[in-house]
Nanobody, 123 residues
Framework: QVQLVESGGGLVQPGGSLRLSCAAS????????MAWFRQVPGKEREFAAG????????YYADSVKGRFTISRDKGENAMYLQMNSLKLEDTAVYYC????????????????WGQGTQVTVAS
């Protein structure tokens, strides 16, 4: 079992920055793949960024590439999403997810989810 708890969401102006955190507990293996998804009402949950826990390989959706940075701290069992140059369309609930099956951009592949944290970009 893996438990995930997100924090760090909030209200930010366009062009601003936020850092999301995901505290993980339970059985995290080197092969575990962890990711950030986001969802707006009426739309499917979409992959934003992911990281392979052991080696740290990172993956990004085209919509966030160059603006968001995913990282993890193995000692703290935590994952982060640094979000810079935020846009109005980044407004969403952001979810932390974990998958023992490897890299995937499909939300249905992920076994474990946090409760989500709201990010609102508005002027």
């Amino acid at each position: 079992q893996v438990q995930l708890v997100e924090s760090g969401g909030g209200l930010v102006q366009p062009g601003g920055s936020l850092r999301l955190s995901c505290a993980a507990s339970g059985r995290i293996f080197s092969s575990t793949f962890m990711a950030w998804f986001r969802q707006v009402p009426g739309k499917e949950r979409e992959f934003a960024a992911g990281i392979r826990w052991g080696v740290g390989n990172t993956y990004y959706a085209d919509s966030v590439k160059g603006r968001f940075t995913i990282s993890r701290d193995k000692g703290e069992n935590a994952m982060y999403l640094q979000m810079n140059s935020l846009k109005l369309e980044d407004t969403a609930v952001y979810y932390c997810a974990a998958d023992r099956g490897g890299y995937s951009t499909q939300y249905g592949s992920y076994e474990y989810w946090g409760q989500g944290t709201q990010v609102t970009v508005a002027s």
